[in-house]
């Protein structure tokens, strides 16, 4: 108690001589410092939360407990890649995922708006001369995320987050030890633990891949030009890259495994699939990856295989291999058996509180099991985490209904259940499916393809037809799906959505104008759309 009152009185002595700023920060540390010493169970922790992670889910979590008078320490350590790449603060999204990707999709799109001005009168001297330079746009977008990851420092301090760049491992369920950077180490008693930890690419297990090949944690900061480049899988990142390299000038190939974006609505899929090849994306279907070997010349030679035929296999001569197989959870370094936590093929289960099975340890993002990777995600889920345990919310994260959208050259935007799904769910005669093509404004002066423009409506047959998926293929797909995604969580029915006037002329509006079905049989393409 005497050591109690020395330490009060001496932190008030320093309270006295402050800035205000500054006695204002000193009053809350000495406000934390005597809830936790005068803890009435018997309780006694040097944290309240120890987070590990420090991306979305992580910052997002700790952020928010704060606010609530909580003392919080983030752990964020990023292992290099096998070409040596590495980033700052701020976990994927920001250094190696949405943010970089987003500017490459933005500098093929305007790569793309340079072509149509043409058509709209601007006059460019040397047309064949316009090409991209990829120093120059590597240095850009690094130059941003350098800017963010800043920011996120300064933020942190500002809100009293105690950032450590280090790798931890739990050695018991209230104790975390961190291997710092600059390889001292410590330990972090804590109440509780957040697990954010999110994942990396992971590579096949064939000769030659993690030599010579890269991922996405690569490609944003490549330090030379992708060149050639052959992309391996068709999800998310696979279209996505495919889409932004070819955009700006280099010629793509992707192999598909099996089909395209799993897990979406599969006549969209075909249709993303479709517009990329009329850009001159080439797609190998069926086709895995056999080997990768290094050329004199420093080029890759590459082998596949059809449908798992030894006998049918190509090959091909790239500057650069891009895996985009996947990911996996970084749940391997963090030694979760001491603490007791279960794992799920690699990754961590969790309740609707986000907890897992030990009491005190919560988990947040890419890490989950059978959870969407996304960025929106983690960030709701982390907060909410953070008001359950400091404020004493009931709130629980909804991952019903989570809009998305990939940044394919045309973006497709989707909210809600698949065609198949709802099929699925709810049988074929209770699912009515509203469709069209239709054509974007400006898309006809510069004579832009229109053949894939296409969206629908998955709706309940009966009553006033709730709507249960909306999908969008078209230009800012993102942007227009992000509107309905709230109708929809709103309970839009097909009533609503043809009682709603559009806005024109925009491409959004074409929802409100959705009137053919397909068991009608009508062709939903209009007169002179796919000429
Ligand atoms: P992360 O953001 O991955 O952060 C985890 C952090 O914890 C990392 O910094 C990691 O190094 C660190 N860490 C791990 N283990 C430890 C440890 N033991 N000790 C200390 N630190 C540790 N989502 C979208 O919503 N929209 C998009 O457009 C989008 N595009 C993407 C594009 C690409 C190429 C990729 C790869 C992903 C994309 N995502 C997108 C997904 C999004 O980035 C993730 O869903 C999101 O970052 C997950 O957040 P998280 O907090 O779970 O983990
Ligand atoms: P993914 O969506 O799971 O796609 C992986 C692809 O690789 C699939 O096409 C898969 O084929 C193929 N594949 C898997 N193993 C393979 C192998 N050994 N050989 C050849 N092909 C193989 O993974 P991802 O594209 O890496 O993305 C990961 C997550 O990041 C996504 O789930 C998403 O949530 C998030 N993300 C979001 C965005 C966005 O919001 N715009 C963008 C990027 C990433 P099969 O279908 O045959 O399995």
Partial sequence: MIVLNLVKSSLLVACRSATNQYRHNITSNLRLTTVRLFSSNGESYEYDLVVIGGGSGGLACAKEAVQFGAKVAVLDFVKPTPLGTKWGLGGTCVNVGCIPKKLMHQASLLGEAIHDSQAYGWEIEKPENVKINWTKLTESVQNHIKSVNWVTRVDLRDKKVEYINGLGYFKDPHNVHVVLKNKTERTLNTKYVVIACGGRPNYPDIPGAVEFGITSDDIFSLEREPGKTLVVGAGYIGLECAGFLKGIGYDVSVLVRSIILRGFDQQMAELVKASMAEKGVEFQVGAKPLSVEKQDNGKLLVKWAFNDNPSDVKQDVVDTILFAIGRHALVEDMQLDRAGIKVINGKIDVDVNS????????????????????????????????????????????????????????????????????????????????????????????????????????????????????HFLGPAAGEIIQGFAAALKSGITMKILKNTVGIHPTVAEEFTRLLITKRSGVDPTPATCCS
Avoid: W
């Avoid at 969407?372 to 960030?379: F, R, S």
């Avoid at 006809?444 to 249960?468: M, N, T």
């Fill in 355 to 470: 907890k897992t099975n030990v009491d005190n340890i919560y988990a947040v993002g890419d890490v989950l099991y059978k959870k969407p990777e996304l960025t929106p995600v983690a960030i709701n889920a982390g907060r909410i985490i953070a008001r359950h345990l400091f404020n004493n919310s009931k709130e629980v994260m909804d991952y019903e209904d989570v809009a998305t959208t990939v940044f394919s050259p045309l973006e497709y935007g989707s909210v809600g259940l698949s065609e198949e799904n709802a099929i699925s769910r709810h049988g074929e005669d209770n699912i009515e499916v509203y469709h069209a093509y239709y054509k974007p404004t400006e898309f006809f002066v510069p004579q832009r393809s229109v053949r894939y423009c296409y969206l629908k409506a998955v709706a309940l047959r009966e009553g006033d037809q709730k709507i249960l998926g909306m």
